[in-house]
């Protein structure tokens, strides 16, 4: 069992840039691959990027390619994304997910049914 907690959500103008993280409970956490997935009002869940439970491998949805940076700390149980030059369009709220996982590919990590524990979200918001 794993609990996700996101924090760092805020706020911000168009072009600046904020960090969210997402403590995770559990002795196993450097067992799980993690994503991070967005929900704007009246859309679905998308796939914003992964990290494999190695750190070795990432992967980011087109939109957010260049702009956004995942990564984790094993020792600290908490995977990061910087987001970076952000935009009005990124205003959604975020979740992180966490998948026992190990395979290998993009294919394996961008569906929101790939995973089996979610936090709760927290909201950006970014003004143009």
């Known amino acids: 069992q794993v609990q996700l907690v996101e924090s760092g959500g805020g706020l911000v103008q168009a072009g600046v840039s904020l960090i969210l993280s997402c403590a995770a409970s559990?002795?196993?956490?450097?067992?799980?691959?993690l994503g991070w997935f967005r929900q704007a009002p009246g859309n679905e869940r998308e796939f914003v990027a992964a990290?494999?439970?190695?750190?070795?491998?990432?992967y980011y949805a087109d939109s957010v390619k260049g702009r956004f940076a995942i990564s984790r700390d094993n020792a600290k149980n908490t995977v990061y994304l910087q987001m970076n030059s952000l935009k009005p369009e990124d205003t959604a709220v975020y979740y992180c997910?966490?998948?026992?996982?190990?395979?290998?590919?993009?294919?394996?990590?961008?569906?929101?049914?790939?995973?089996?524990?979610w936090g709760q979200g927290t909201q950006v918001t970014v003004s143009s």
């Open positions: 997910a966490a998948t026992g996982s190990h395979c290998v590919g993009l294919g394996c990590y961008n569906g929101p049914s790939e995973y089996d524990y």
């Open positions: 559990g002795r196993t956490f450097s067992q799980y691959s």
């Open positions: 990290i494999n439970w190695s750190g070795g491998s990432t």
